[in-house]
Protein backbone atom coordinates (compact mmCIF):
# COMPACT_ATOMS: atom_id res chain seq x y z
CA UNK A 1 0.00 0.00 0.00
CA UNK A 2 2.44 2.31 0.72
CA UNK A 3 4.13 2.27 -2.33
CA UNK A 4 0.69 2.40 -3.97
CA UNK A 5 0.32 5.84 -2.33
CA UNK A 6 3.84 7.46 -3.18
CA UNK A 7 3.12 6.39 -6.66
CA UNK A 8 -0.28 8.60 -6.36
CA UNK A 9 0.90 11.12 -4.86
CA UNK A 10 4.01 11.39 -7.71
CA UNK A 11 1.19 11.21 -10.15
CA UNK A 12 -1.42 13.47 -8.94
CA UNK A 13 0.97 15.94 -8.40
CA UNK A 14 2.05 15.99 -12.09
CA UNK A 15 -1.39 15.85 -13.60
CA UNK A 16 -3.41 17.76 -12.79
CA UNK A 17 -2.68 19.17 -9.27
CA UNK A 18 0.61 21.45 -10.53
CA UNK A 19 0.12 24.25 -8.61
CA UNK A 20 0.28 27.49 -9.85
CA UNK A 21 0.61 26.08 -13.78
CA UNK A 22 -3.27 26.35 -15.16
CA UNK A 23 -5.13 23.25 -15.90
CA UNK A 24 -4.75 21.98 -19.57
CA UNK A 25 -2.54 24.79 -20.12
CA UNK A 26 -5.64 26.93 -19.60
CA UNK A 27 -6.85 26.02 -23.08
CA UNK A 28 -10.79 25.99 -21.84
CA UNK A 29 -10.71 29.64 -20.83
CA UNK A 30 -14.04 31.41 -22.11
CA UNK A 31 -15.58 28.37 -23.64
CA UNK A 32 -19.21 27.35 -23.15
CA UNK A 33 -21.46 24.55 -22.84
CA UNK A 34 -24.90 25.50 -24.70
CA UNK A 35 -27.86 23.36 -24.54
CA UNK A 36 -29.70 24.38 -27.78
CA UNK A 37 -33.36 22.97 -28.15
CA UNK A 38 -34.66 23.16 -31.91
CA UNK A 39 -39.00 23.52 -31.95
CA UNK A 40 -39.21 22.56 -35.52
CA UNK A 41 -37.70 20.19 -38.85
CA UNK A 42 -36.68 23.59 -40.26
CA UNK A 43 -34.46 24.94 -37.03
CA UNK A 44 -32.52 20.94 -36.95
CA UNK A 45 -31.90 22.08 -40.87
CA UNK A 46 -30.59 25.83 -39.61
CA UNK A 47 -28.74 23.99 -36.86
CA UNK A 48 -27.07 21.12 -39.26
CA UNK A 49 -25.57 24.23 -41.89
CA UNK A 50 -24.59 26.47 -39.28
CA UNK A 51 -22.32 23.43 -37.88
CA UNK A 52 -21.04 23.48 -40.50
CA UNK A 53 -19.85 27.11 -40.13
CA UNK A 54 -19.13 26.80 -36.55
CA UNK A 55 -17.13 24.14 -35.13
CA UNK A 56 -18.24 22.66 -31.86
CA UNK A 57 -17.85 19.87 -29.80
CA UNK A 58 -20.75 17.91 -29.93
CA UNK A 59 -21.34 16.61 -25.85
CA UNK A 60 -24.67 14.73 -26.76
CA UNK A 61 -25.63 13.66 -29.32
CA UNK A 62 -22.20 12.67 -30.86
CA UNK A 63 -22.37 14.74 -34.09
CA UNK A 64 -24.97 16.29 -36.22
CA UNK A 65 -26.86 13.26 -37.80
CA UNK A 66 -27.79 12.45 -34.44
CA UNK A 67 -29.87 15.67 -33.78
CA UNK A 68 -33.73 15.15 -34.06
CA UNK A 69 -37.10 16.41 -32.93
CA UNK A 70 -38.02 17.00 -29.58
CA UNK A 71 -34.20 16.19 -28.35
CA UNK A 72 -31.58 18.98 -27.41
CA UNK A 73 -28.13 19.53 -28.38
CA UNK A 74 -25.51 20.10 -25.78
CA UNK A 75 -22.40 21.46 -27.81
CA UNK A 76 -19.09 22.98 -26.24
CA UNK A 77 -17.95 25.65 -28.10
CA UNK A 78 -14.71 27.40 -28.20
CA UNK A 79 -14.28 30.75 -26.83
CA UNK A 80 -13.90 32.57 -30.25
CA UNK A 81 -17.06 31.22 -31.83
CA UNK A 82 -19.79 31.43 -28.59
CA UNK A 83 -20.76 35.44 -29.81
CA UNK A 84 -21.30 34.11 -33.10
CA UNK A 85 -22.94 31.05 -32.66
CA UNK A 86 -25.24 32.82 -30.29
CA UNK A 87 -26.37 35.67 -32.74
CA UNK A 88 -26.75 32.94 -35.41
CA UNK A 89 -29.24 31.12 -32.98
CA UNK A 90 -31.08 34.35 -31.71
CA UNK A 91 -30.58 35.69 -35.19
CA UNK A 92 -33.21 32.20 -36.20
CA UNK A 93 -35.21 31.94 -33.36
CA UNK A 94 -33.61 29.07 -31.98
CA UNK A 95 -34.05 28.43 -28.13
CA UNK A 96 -31.06 28.18 -26.39
CA UNK A 97 -29.76 28.72 -22.56
CA UNK A 98 -25.99 28.44 -21.67
CA UNK A 99 -25.26 25.38 -19.26
CA UNK A 100 -21.76 25.94 -18.47
CA UNK A 101 -20.74 29.77 -18.93
CA UNK A 102 -17.08 28.96 -18.08
CA UNK A 103 -15.39 25.41 -19.32
CA UNK A 104 -12.17 26.31 -17.46
CA UNK A 105 -13.54 28.09 -14.25
CA UNK A 106 -15.86 24.91 -14.07
CA UNK A 107 -12.76 22.60 -14.09
CA UNK A 108 -10.94 24.84 -11.53
CA UNK A 109 -13.58 25.30 -9.24
CA UNK A 110 -13.56 21.57 -9.03
CA UNK A 111 -9.97 20.77 -9.17
CA UNK A 112 -10.04 23.32 -5.86
CA UNK A 113 -12.71 21.07 -4.29
CA UNK A 114 -10.74 18.26 -4.98
CA UNK A 115 -7.31 19.59 -3.40
CA UNK A 116 -9.08 21.10 -0.22
CA UNK A 117 -10.47 17.64 0.37
CA UNK A 118 -9.13 15.91 3.50
CA UNK A 119 -7.89 12.59 3.00
CA UNK A 120 -9.99 10.21 3.70
CA UNK A 121 -7.34 7.42 5.32
CA UNK A 122 -4.05 7.57 5.07
CA UNK A 123 -3.93 3.78 3.70
CA UNK A 124 -7.09 3.52 2.08
CA UNK A 125 -7.38 4.08 -1.78
CA UNK A 126 -9.89 7.08 -2.73
CA UNK A 127 -12.88 5.88 -4.94
CA UNK A 128 -14.44 9.00 -4.99
CA UNK A 129 -12.35 11.04 -7.06
CA UNK A 130 -11.55 10.76 -10.71
CA UNK A 131 -7.65 8.56 -10.83
CA UNK A 132 -5.52 9.14 -13.69
CA UNK A 133 -4.80 5.82 -15.22
CA UNK A 134 -0.88 5.23 -13.72
CA UNK A 135 -3.26 5.02 -10.04
CA UNK A 136 -6.19 2.81 -12.25
CA UNK A 137 -3.39 0.32 -12.85
CA UNK A 138 -1.47 0.63 -9.73
CA UNK A 139 -4.41 0.21 -7.74
CA UNK A 140 -5.22 -2.67 -10.09
CA UNK A 141 -2.11 -4.70 -9.25
CA UNK A 142 -2.77 -4.07 -5.70
CA UNK A 143 -6.26 -5.63 -5.48
CA UNK A 144 -4.67 -8.86 -7.78
CA UNK A 145 -1.90 -8.76 -4.81
CA UNK A 146 -4.09 -8.46 -2.19
CA UNK A 147 -7.26 -10.59 -2.54
CA UNK A 148 -5.56 -13.44 -4.77
CA UNK A 149 -8.99 -15.66 -4.52
CA UNK A 150 -11.06 -13.63 -5.80
CA UNK A 151 -9.10 -11.49 -8.10
CA UNK A 152 -6.91 -12.50 -11.05
CA UNK A 153 -5.37 -9.90 -13.21
CA UNK A 154 -4.32 -10.26 -16.54
CA UNK A 155 -3.80 -8.24 -19.59
CA UNK A 156 -5.52 -9.44 -23.24
CA UNK A 157 -3.56 -7.54 -25.59
CA UNK A 158 -2.07 -3.86 -26.08
CA UNK A 159 -3.22 -0.42 -27.02
CA UNK A 160 -2.12 1.07 -30.07
CA UNK A 161 0.40 2.81 -27.91
CA UNK A 162 1.30 0.10 -26.34
CA UNK A 163 -0.23 0.17 -23.27
CA UNK A 164 -0.86 -3.03 -21.91
CA UNK A 165 -5.04 -4.03 -21.65
CA UNK A 166 -5.51 -5.12 -18.03
CA UNK A 167 -9.13 -7.01 -16.76
CA UNK A 168 -10.21 -8.05 -13.96
CA UNK A 169 -11.99 -11.13 -13.49
CA UNK A 170 -13.50 -11.28 -10.63
CA UNK A 171 -15.37 -14.45 -8.76
CA UNK A 172 -14.61 -17.29 -6.13
CA UNK A 173 -11.95 -19.24 -7.89
CA UNK A 174 -12.53 -22.94 -7.17
CA UNK A 175 -15.42 -23.21 -9.40
CA UNK A 176 -15.25 -24.01 -13.17
CA UNK A 177 -17.23 -23.78 -15.99
CA UNK A 178 -18.85 -20.60 -14.55
CA UNK A 179 -21.52 -18.36 -16.48
CA UNK A 180 -19.75 -15.20 -16.52
CA UNK A 181 -20.61 -11.50 -17.32
CA UNK A 182 -18.44 -8.72 -18.57
CA UNK A 183 -18.32 -5.47 -17.94
CA UNK A 184 -16.20 -2.37 -19.84
CA UNK A 185 -15.39 1.08 -18.83
CA UNK A 186 -13.88 4.37 -20.45
CA UNK A 187 -14.68 2.89 -23.86
CA UNK A 188 -15.36 6.88 -24.72
CA UNK A 189 -12.20 8.44 -22.87
CA UNK A 190 -13.54 12.14 -21.88
CA UNK A 191 -16.58 9.98 -19.65
CA UNK A 192 -14.61 9.68 -16.71
CA UNK A 193 -17.17 8.21 -14.46
CA UNK A 194 -16.65 4.87 -15.88
CA UNK A 195 -14.09 4.27 -14.83
CA UNK A 196 -14.73 5.30 -11.55
CA UNK A 197 -17.33 3.05 -11.92
CA UNK A 198 -15.70 -0.15 -12.93
CA UNK A 199 -13.51 0.27 -9.84
CA UNK A 200 -16.27 1.05 -7.44
CA UNK A 201 -17.74 -1.98 -8.66
CA UNK A 202 -14.61 -3.87 -7.77
CA UNK A 203 -14.31 -2.25 -4.11
CA UNK A 204 -17.67 -3.65 -3.44
CA UNK A 205 -17.63 -7.40 -5.05
CA UNK A 206 -14.25 -8.26 -2.76
CA UNK A 207 -15.88 -6.21 0.66
CA UNK A 208 -19.03 -7.77 0.66
CA UNK A 209 -18.11 -10.87 -0.30
CA UNK A 210 -17.94 -11.90 3.43
CA UNK A 211 -20.98 -10.14 4.44
CA UNK A 212 -23.65 -10.46 2.18
CA UNK A 213 -24.94 -13.80 0.61
CA UNK A 214 -26.10 -12.70 -2.62
CA UNK A 215 -23.26 -10.48 -3.66
CA UNK A 216 -21.24 -14.13 -2.55
CA UNK A 217 -23.72 -16.19 -4.55
CA UNK A 218 -22.63 -13.76 -7.23
CA UNK A 219 -19.38 -14.04 -6.46
CA UNK A 220 -19.62 -18.08 -6.62
CA UNK A 221 -21.81 -18.51 -9.54
CA UNK A 222 -20.35 -16.08 -12.04
CA UNK A 223 -17.21 -14.91 -13.35
CA UNK A 224 -17.03 -11.12 -13.43
CA UNK A 225 -14.49 -9.87 -15.90
CA UNK A 226 -14.26 -6.03 -15.69
CA UNK A 227 -11.92 -3.62 -17.83
CA UNK A 228 -11.73 -0.73 -16.24
CA UNK A 229 -10.49 1.31 -18.86
CA UNK A 230 -11.14 0.62 -22.17
CA UNK A 231 -9.90 3.35 -23.84
CA UNK A 232 -6.70 3.70 -21.99
CA UNK A 233 -4.31 6.07 -24.50
CA UNK A 234 -7.54 8.49 -24.89
CA UNK A 235 -8.00 8.38 -21.16
CA UNK A 236 -4.37 9.31 -20.65
CA UNK A 237 -4.60 12.02 -22.74
CA UNK A 238 -7.94 13.14 -21.22
CA UNK A 239 -5.73 13.52 -18.23
CA UNK A 240 -2.68 15.09 -20.18
CA UNK A 241 -3.77 17.36 -23.01
CA UNK A 242 -7.43 17.11 -24.03
CA UNK A 243 -10.04 16.74 -21.16
CA UNK A 244 -12.82 15.82 -23.52
CA UNK A 245 -10.80 13.24 -25.92
CA UNK A 246 -13.46 11.00 -27.33
CA UNK A 247 -12.06 8.65 -29.34
CA UNK A 248 -8.48 5.98 -29.46
CA UNK A 249 -5.32 7.94 -30.31
CA UNK A 250 -4.33 6.10 -33.65
CA UNK A 251 -2.90 7.88 -36.46
CA UNK A 252 -4.49 8.32 -39.68
CA UNK A 253 -2.82 7.82 -42.73
CA UNK A 254 -4.44 10.68 -44.83
CA UNK A 255 -5.34 13.17 -42.42
CA UNK A 256 -3.59 14.57 -38.97
CA UNK A 257 -6.49 13.76 -37.27
CA UNK A 258 -6.23 10.98 -34.80
CA UNK A 259 -8.82 8.25 -33.39
CA UNK A 260 -11.17 6.32 -34.15
CA UNK A 261 -14.79 5.76 -32.02
CA UNK A 262 -14.22 2.90 -30.06
CA UNK A 263 -18.01 2.07 -30.16
CA UNK A 264 -18.24 2.41 -33.90
CA UNK A 265 -15.52 0.31 -34.86
CA UNK A 266 -17.02 -3.24 -34.21
CA UNK A 267 -17.79 -5.88 -36.94
CA UNK A 268 -22.03 -5.60 -36.87
CA UNK A 269 -23.51 -3.14 -39.89
CA UNK A 270 -19.89 -1.34 -39.83
CA UNK A 271 -20.31 2.30 -40.75
CA UNK A 272 -23.42 2.62 -41.59
CA UNK A 273 -26.12 5.04 -40.38
CA UNK A 274 -24.75 6.97 -37.15
CA UNK A 275 -20.90 6.58 -37.70
CA UNK A 276 -18.18 8.87 -39.71
CA UNK A 277 -16.28 8.17 -42.73
CA UNK A 278 -14.04 11.25 -41.91
CA UNK A 279 -11.10 10.29 -39.71
CA UNK A 280 -11.91 13.93 -38.22
CA UNK A 281 -15.37 13.25 -37.15
CA UNK A 282 -15.99 12.28 -33.12
CA UNK A 283 -18.27 9.30 -34.71
CA UNK A 284 -15.09 8.23 -37.17
CA UNK A 285 -15.43 4.11 -37.35
CA UNK A 286 -12.28 3.26 -38.81
CA UNK A 287 -10.43 2.11 -41.86
CA UNK A 288 -11.98 -1.24 -41.42
CA UNK A 289 -13.72 -2.61 -38.87
CA UNK A 290 -11.46 -3.89 -35.71
CA UNK A 291 -9.07 -1.83 -36.59
CA UNK A 292 -8.40 -0.22 -33.55
CA UNK A 293 -6.42 -2.95 -30.79
CA UNK A 294 -8.46 -2.06 -28.18
CA UNK A 295 -11.40 -3.17 -29.82
CA UNK A 296 -9.73 -6.34 -31.50
CA UNK A 297 -8.65 -7.63 -28.04
CA UNK A 298 -11.67 -7.17 -26.77
CA UNK A 299 -13.94 -8.69 -29.43
CA UNK A 300 -10.95 -11.68 -29.58
CA UNK A 301 -11.57 -12.32 -25.60
CA UNK A 302 -15.13 -12.92 -26.12
CA UNK A 303 -15.06 -14.71 -28.97
CA UNK A 304 -12.90 -17.03 -27.34
CA UNK A 305 -15.27 -17.05 -23.94
CA UNK A 306 -18.44 -16.80 -25.80
CA UNK A 307 -19.89 -19.84 -24.04
CA UNK A 308 -19.91 -18.83 -20.68
CA UNK A 309 -20.17 -15.11 -21.25
CA UNK A 310 -23.85 -14.16 -20.47
CA UNK A 311 -23.89 -10.89 -20.11
CA UNK A 312 -22.22 -7.87 -21.67
CA UNK A 313 -22.35 -4.78 -19.98
CA UNK A 314 -20.62 -0.81 -21.64
CA UNK A 315 -20.54 1.97 -19.09
CA UNK A 316 -20.69 5.47 -20.46
CA UNK A 317 -21.88 8.75 -19.79
CA UNK A 318 -23.99 10.90 -20.07
CA UNK A 319 -27.83 10.23 -20.37
CA UNK A 320 -29.12 8.92 -17.75
CA UNK A 321 -30.34 5.62 -20.01
CA UNK A 322 -30.05 2.27 -19.64
CA UNK A 323 -29.81 1.07 -23.62
CA UNK A 324 -29.75 -2.47 -25.34
CA UNK A 325 -30.05 -3.84 -28.87
CA UNK A 326 -30.04 -3.13 -31.53
CA UNK A 327 -28.62 -0.18 -32.19
CA UNK A 328 -28.08 -0.35 -36.04
CA UNK A 329 -31.77 -0.83 -36.77
CA UNK A 330 -35.04 -0.15 -35.47
CA UNK A 331 -36.42 -3.67 -35.03
CA UNK A 332 -37.19 -6.03 -31.85
CA UNK A 333 -34.43 -8.75 -30.56
CA UNK A 334 -35.54 -12.25 -30.69
CA UNK A 335 -35.44 -12.36 -26.75
CA UNK A 336 -36.66 -9.08 -26.15
CA UNK A 337 -38.92 -10.36 -23.02
CA UNK A 338 -36.18 -11.54 -20.98
CA UNK A 339 -33.71 -7.86 -22.04
CA UNK A 340 -36.61 -5.47 -21.51
CA UNK A 341 -37.65 -7.58 -18.23
CA UNK A 342 -33.96 -7.11 -16.52
CA UNK A 343 -33.68 -3.70 -17.76
CA UNK A 344 -37.41 -2.86 -16.12
CA UNK A 345 -35.49 -4.66 -13.13
CA UNK A 346 -32.17 -2.87 -13.25
CA UNK A 347 -34.04 0.36 -13.88
CA UNK A 348 -36.16 -0.05 -10.79
CA UNK A 349 -33.16 -0.98 -8.32
CA UNK A 350 -31.30 2.22 -9.73
CA UNK A 351 -34.37 4.05 -8.91
CA UNK A 352 -34.57 3.01 -5.48
CA UNK A 353 -31.30 4.49 -4.45
CA UNK A 354 -31.68 7.56 -5.00
CA UNK A 355 -35.10 8.53 -7.24
CA UNK A 356 -32.59 9.06 -9.70
CA UNK A 357 -34.93 8.40 -13.17
CA UNK A 358 -33.42 6.44 -16.32
CA UNK A 359 -35.15 5.83 -19.53
CA UNK A 360 -34.60 2.48 -20.77
CA UNK A 361 -35.12 0.53 -24.09
CA UNK A 362 -33.37 -0.37 -27.43
CA UNK A 363 -30.74 2.15 -28.13
CA UNK A 364 -32.39 2.81 -31.93
CA UNK A 365 -35.33 4.53 -30.14
CA UNK A 366 -33.90 5.49 -26.76
CA UNK A 367 -31.15 7.03 -28.49
CA UNK A 368 -30.33 7.09 -31.64
CA UNK A 369 -29.38 4.39 -34.40
CA UNK A 370 -25.67 3.81 -34.47
CA UNK A 371 -23.72 1.05 -36.30
CA UNK A 372 -20.81 -0.78 -35.16
CA UNK A 373 -21.49 -0.61 -31.70
CA UNK A 374 -20.40 -3.05 -29.19
CA UNK A 375 -23.66 -3.92 -27.87
CA UNK A 376 -24.94 -4.74 -31.34
CA UNK A 377 -21.71 -7.04 -32.03
CA UNK A 378 -21.82 -8.44 -28.20
CA UNK A 379 -25.46 -9.64 -28.98
CA UNK A 380 -24.96 -10.80 -32.72
CA UNK A 381 -22.27 -13.33 -30.80
CA UNK A 382 -24.55 -14.86 -28.91
CA UNK A 383 -24.43 -12.89 -25.82
CA UNK A 384 -27.94 -12.93 -24.54
CA UNK A 385 -27.90 -9.76 -22.27
CA UNK A 386 -25.73 -6.78 -23.32
CA UNK A 387 -26.22 -3.65 -22.06
CA UNK A 388 -24.86 -0.04 -22.54
CA UNK A 389 -25.61 2.53 -19.40
CA UNK A 390 -25.07 6.07 -20.14
CA UNK A 391 -24.80 7.10 -16.53
CA UNK A 392 -25.33 11.06 -14.69
CA UNK A 393 -26.20 13.15 -15.75
CA UNK A 394 -28.84 14.70 -18.05
CA UNK A 395 -26.13 17.87 -19.15
CA UNK A 396 -26.26 19.59 -16.16
CA UNK A 397 -22.41 18.66 -15.43
CA UNK A 398 -22.26 16.75 -18.52
CA UNK A 399 -18.59 15.28 -19.21
CA UNK A 400 -17.93 17.20 -15.56
CA UNK A 401 -19.73 15.17 -13.42
CA UNK A 402 -18.43 16.79 -9.65
CA UNK A 403 -16.89 13.93 -7.72
CA UNK A 404 -18.82 14.87 -5.24
CA UNK A 405 -21.39 12.86 -7.29
CA UNK A 406 -19.29 9.78 -7.83
CA UNK A 407 -20.85 8.02 -4.76
CA UNK A 408 -24.19 8.15 -5.48
CA UNK A 409 -23.50 7.84 -9.04
CA UNK A 410 -21.98 4.45 -8.58
CA UNK A 411 -24.16 3.20 -5.66
CA UNK A 412 -26.80 3.15 -7.75
CA UNK A 413 -25.53 1.52 -10.69
CA UNK A 414 -24.20 -0.97 -8.42
CA UNK A 415 -27.63 -1.82 -7.24
CA UNK A 416 -28.28 -1.90 -11.19
CA UNK A 417 -25.83 -3.81 -12.64
CA UNK A 418 -26.67 -6.50 -9.52
CA UNK A 419 -29.91 -6.76 -10.57
CA UNK A 420 -28.87 -7.61 -14.13
CA UNK A 421 -26.26 -10.16 -12.88
CA UNK A 422 -28.96 -12.04 -10.38
CA UNK A 423 -30.95 -12.51 -13.38
CA UNK A 424 -28.33 -14.44 -15.08
CA UNK A 425 -28.57 -16.81 -12.65
CA UNK A 426 -32.21 -17.54 -13.44
CA UNK A 427 -33.68 -19.07 -16.31
CA UNK A 428 -35.62 -16.92 -18.88
CA UNK A 429 -36.79 -17.77 -21.63
CA UNK A 430 -39.09 -15.80 -24.50
C1 LIG B 1 -22.20 29.55 -43.85
O1 LIG B 1 -21.17 30.26 -44.53
C2 LIG B 1 -21.49 30.50 -45.88
C3 LIG B 1 -20.26 31.11 -46.53
O2 LIG B 1 -19.60 31.96 -45.68
C4 LIG B 1 -22.71 31.42 -45.93
O3 LIG B 1 -23.05 31.65 -47.30
C5 LIG B 1 -23.88 30.76 -45.24
O4 LIG B 1 -24.98 31.63 -45.19
C6 LIG B 1 -23.48 30.36 -43.86
N1 LIG B 1 -24.56 29.57 -43.28
C7 LIG B 1 -24.99 29.76 -42.04
C8 LIG B 1 -26.14 28.89 -41.59
O5 LIG B 1 -24.50 30.57 -41.27
C1 LIG C 1 -9.07 33.12 -30.59
O1 LIG C 1 -8.80 34.46 -30.92
C2 LIG C 1 -7.55 34.92 -30.41
C3 LIG C 1 -7.44 36.39 -30.65
O2 LIG C 1 -8.31 36.84 -31.64
C4 LIG C 1 -6.43 34.12 -31.08
O3 LIG C 1 -5.18 34.56 -30.60
C5 LIG C 1 -6.62 32.66 -30.74
O4 LIG C 1 -5.66 31.86 -31.42
C6 LIG C 1 -8.02 32.18 -31.09
N1 LIG C 1 -8.21 30.87 -30.53
C7 LIG C 1 -8.75 29.87 -31.19
C8 LIG C 1 -8.91 28.59 -30.43
O5 LIG C 1 -9.13 29.97 -32.33
C1 LIG D 1 -17.44 22.50 -4.46
O1 LIG D 1 -17.63 22.53 -3.05
C2 LIG D 1 -18.65 23.44 -2.64
C3 LIG D 1 -18.64 23.51 -1.13
O2 LIG D 1 -18.51 22.25 -0.57
C4 LIG D 1 -19.98 22.96 -3.19
O3 LIG D 1 -21.02 23.83 -2.81
C5 LIG D 1 -19.90 22.93 -4.70
O4 LIG D 1 -21.09 22.40 -5.23
C6 LIG D 1 -18.73 22.08 -5.15
N1 LIG D 1 -18.61 22.23 -6.57
C7 LIG D 1 -18.38 21.23 -7.38
C8 LIG D 1 -18.31 21.57 -8.80
O5 LIG D 1 -18.18 20.10 -6.97
C1 LIG E 1 -2.09 -11.54 -10.38
O1 LIG E 1 -1.77 -12.37 -9.31
C2 LIG E 1 -1.40 -13.69 -9.70
C3 LIG E 1 -1.14 -14.48 -8.45
O2 LIG E 1 -2.30 -14.55 -7.66
C4 LIG E 1 -0.20 -13.66 -10.59
O3 LIG E 1 0.09 -14.96 -11.06
C5 LIG E 1 -0.46 -12.75 -11.77
O4 LIG E 1 0.70 -12.62 -12.56
C6 LIG E 1 -0.90 -11.39 -11.30
N1 LIG E 1 -1.27 -10.56 -12.45
C7 LIG E 1 -0.53 -9.54 -12.88
C8 LIG E 1 -0.97 -8.82 -14.10
O5 LIG E 1 0.47 -9.18 -12.31
ZN1 LIG F 1 -19.72 6.87 -24.46
Known sequence: MAVLLALCAAVCCSALQTVG????????????????????????QLLKQLFQNITVDFWQPSSTSFIHMG??????????????LKAHLQQTHIHYKVLIPNLQKEMEKQAGNRSSRK??????????????????????????????????????????????????????RKRLHKKAMWIDCGVHAREWIGPAFCQWFVREAVNSYLRDSSMRRLMNQLNIYIMPVFNVDGYHYSWKTDRFWRKTRSKNAKYHCRGVD???????????EGASLHPCDDTYCGPFPESEPEVKAVARFLRKHRKHVKAYISIHAYAQMLLYPYSYKYATIPNFDCVETAAQNAVSALYSAYGVRYRYGPASTTLYVSSGSSIDWAYKNGIPYAFAFELRDTGYYGFLLPEALIGPTCMETMRAVRAIASGLLKKCTS
Not at 150 to 159: E, R, T
Not at 262 to 272: E, G, L, M, P, S
Request: glycine residues 6%; proline residues 4%.
Open 262 to 272: ANRNWKVKWCD
Open 21 to 44: AKLYSNRYEGDQVLRIIPSSHVEI
Open 71 to 84: SSVDVHVGRNSTGR
Open 119 to 172: RRSEFQYDYEVYHPLEEIQSWMFEMNRTHPHLVDMFSIGWSYEGRPLYVLKLGN
